[in-house]
């Protein structure tokens, strides 16, 4: 098991920051729902996610009574894994570990939003756009269950000129971190990054993020797909892509290895021989979590897998945002502390076991103890 000194001491030895992430900059508003019908009023579905006119989300805003418990933070899926994983490496009393790339308006809400960001001790390169919103996304939560509603804005454009601009410590990144969300508008420069980095033995990681995505950009998706070192996905996720790629299952927690023997004929990857200390060196490891109750699953090499069971937290479940998110950060400091599939699984499920008693995605000022052990 990865042990909270070796991540540490994992950390001391990288030339930070280390981490890089693109995705789609959001300022999240969480809300706790009293009311059943709620969603189904605007035509909302329970663990949906989907994108509105700026101008209906304060419509739904505007409809919530006063007696919702609400709570804004960072947002964005790729945004909070890099705050969760810089918090899990020190946080702000640290130098920055990881560093942040999206589009972001020049108005108060991105103001707030950087301003959290930073104290979070991330370094952000944002680009701004001065003629679009700062992106926003609505969390309507009851119980375990969530839909989310985002309104893009400055965080739906991000160039190759941005990209450029950012002056990324290229030949320092260990980790190179992409949202799904992130290709429906910028793949050219998610590839690009990869291309920059491919000889410097940086390992990339993707999150394939929203089912939904699949609809316009199955293709790009499955690109980044065949570029990435590790993939993330929930059942829904990992479904999308299974039918995207003409993979035939008969269940669903078979998906992960059939990906990862698709992934290892149709790409040539090399999986030959394998102990714990060499699994990062294939491209084909696929991380897939099933909700609340079944086990999560990393499968990599030539079919090698281990599973782990979701972290039953001891406080009540309140809001499953960022679950995914926080499972992804744990899983990235269990490979920066070099840690074996199984143990950087297992960290990932404790951070989201801890992420789904909180409002929103918000930390605590000290990481649990029982994290790393």
Sequence with gaps: MVERQSLKKAIEKLESPAVVSFGNPLLDVAVILNDDNFLEKYGLSVEGEMEL???KIQEIMADLS???QERVAPGGCAQNTLRILQWLCGGSSISPVTIYCGGLGEDSRGSTLEKMVKAAGVQTRYAVHPNLPTGVCLSLSNGASRSLIANLGAAGVYTLADLKKSNLPIDDIKIIYIEGFFLTHSLDVAKEIVKLTQHKNAIVAFNLNGEYIFEENSAAVCEMVGLSKIVF????????????????FDNVADIPFLLNSSKRVTVGVSSASHTSGDWLMDNDIFVM????????IVVWGHGHSAQVQPTKPKDPVIDATGAGD????????GVLAGGDPKSCLEIGCKVAGMMVTRLGVTLPNDVPDGIFK
């Design 53 to 55: 006119p700026e101008d």
């Design 66 to 68: 006063p007696e919702h």
């Design 233 to 248: 996905g929930n059942t829904r996720e990992m479904t999308a892509l299974a039918k995207a790629l003409n993979l035939k």
């Design 289 to 296: 979590t099933q909700g609340g109750t079944a086990p999560a």
């Design 326 to 333: 926080a499972l992804v950060a744990g899983f990235l400091a």
